[in-house]
């Protein structure tokens, strides 16, 4: 759940240097202290930080992959294991789902979604308690 240095990030990917860019690290990213603690206050200041950037850019389009606990954070909602949505970043800095729409009650889930809830909910609650 850390990252790795900087400098062993760009010599682990040399070879995709042209591609990948690092310009938004720094030596020392990876440290958990600061707005990087596990901390309720720091997540929270996590989550202002990234929404932010993500507003300011100018791509319309903007792929998010991340941890479980940061986007249900982030959303307010759980996903299952690799599950893709959509969401609308409004001016006003609230995530607003496309696809699919955020269920209302344990009806609209699936069989899947149930078991993954079940495992994960009780998980996820206990998490936020401590942040």
Known sequence: DTGSPLLELQERFAESAGTLDFSELWSGWEVKQGEFLDSGDALKARMVRFREWIASREESKIVVVGHHNFLVALLGVTFLNCEVRKYFLSPEGAWQPLEP???????DLSEKELAHLKVYDPMVRRRFKIW
């Open 101 to 107: 729409g955020v269920s209302r009650s344990d009806q």
